[in-house]
């Protein structure tokens, strides 16, 4: 247990389905960061939150949607995503990152 | 900007080995540096950071590494390798001059143990 916690694990989806991935910290972190991370491909980072308030989104399809109701929790919204992007999800988060992030252990998502 | 580089893809040692995993950093300004370490189909977890204070750290696991500013490296060690050290390692930076700093991270190197 890191501290950061993600549900689904797993998930499964169709291209035409939506769904939503989970993210919930009680650390008392300021900040909290989705990334992807692909197959043989560098972490990318997809979206920050510092204290409830996006403050980077870089060049993230609109199928992504993000969502930070209060400082402990952060979802990602999907709908009709892409075979392209089933991949490792995680949700970060930190305080001012100055220190380092805890991540949660990820949500494996196939688009089939 | 900041970046970092993690030359290889893939180093492969014997148990009881030196592990050696390089990190070279760019940083306009003095850095923050941190290794992570994940094991498959989990998340990142942190072995160990450099926050100015003494350049050697040391870290979970038996893992450490050293901050040399005259060499921009931050390279990480561990005197003998164990089997349940093979993983991917992350070496990352940090700036020191926002109010929310961003973590750089490399692409990551894997390790694997030889038994």
């Known amino acids: 247990e890191t501290g950061v916690t993600q549900t689904p694990r797993h998930l499964v989806m169709g291209m035409t389905n939506k769904k939503s991935l989970k993210c919930e910290q009680h650390?008392?972190?300021?900040?909290m960061y989705w990334y992807k991370q692909s197959a043989k491909k560098p972490l990318e980072l997809m979206f920050v939150?510092?204290?409830?308030?996006?403050?980077e989104n870089n060049s993230v399809p609109s199928r992504f949607s993000p969502e930070c109701p209060n400082s402990s929790h952060l979802f990602l919204h999907l709908h009709t995503l892409q075979p392209e992007d089933s991949a490792l999800y995680l949700c970060?988060?930190?305080?001012?990152?100055?220190?380092?992030?805890?991540f949660g252990s990820g949500t494996r998502l196939t688009v089939v | 900007a900041q970046s970092v580089t993690q030359l290889g893809s893939h180093v492969s040692v014997s148990e009881g080995a030196l592990v050696l995993l390089r990190c070279n950093y760019s940083?306009?300004?003095?850095?923050?540096l941190f290794w992570y370490v994940q094991y498959p189909n989990q998340g990142l977890q942190l072995l160990l950071k450099?926050?100015?204070?003494?350049?050697l750290v040391k870290g979970i696991n038996g893992f450490e590494a050293e901050f040399k500013k005259s060499e921009t490296s931050f390279h990480l060690t561990k005197p003998s390798a164990h089997m349940s050290d093979a993983a991917e390692y992350f070496c990352?930076?940090?700036?020191?001059?926002?109010?929310?700093?961003?973590?750089?991270f490399g692409k990551g190197i894997t390790l694997s143990v030889r038994p």
């Open positions: 970060a988060s930190s305080h001012t990152g100055l220190y380092g992030y805890t």
């Open positions: 650390l008392g972190h300021n900040a």
């Open positions: 939150y510092s204290l409830e308030e996006r403050v």
């Open positions: 940083s306009s300004v003095p850095p923050y």
């Open positions: 450099y926050t100015s204070a003494a350049t």
């Open positions: 990352a930076v940090s700036d020191v001059s926002g109010a929310n700093s961003k973590l750089t």
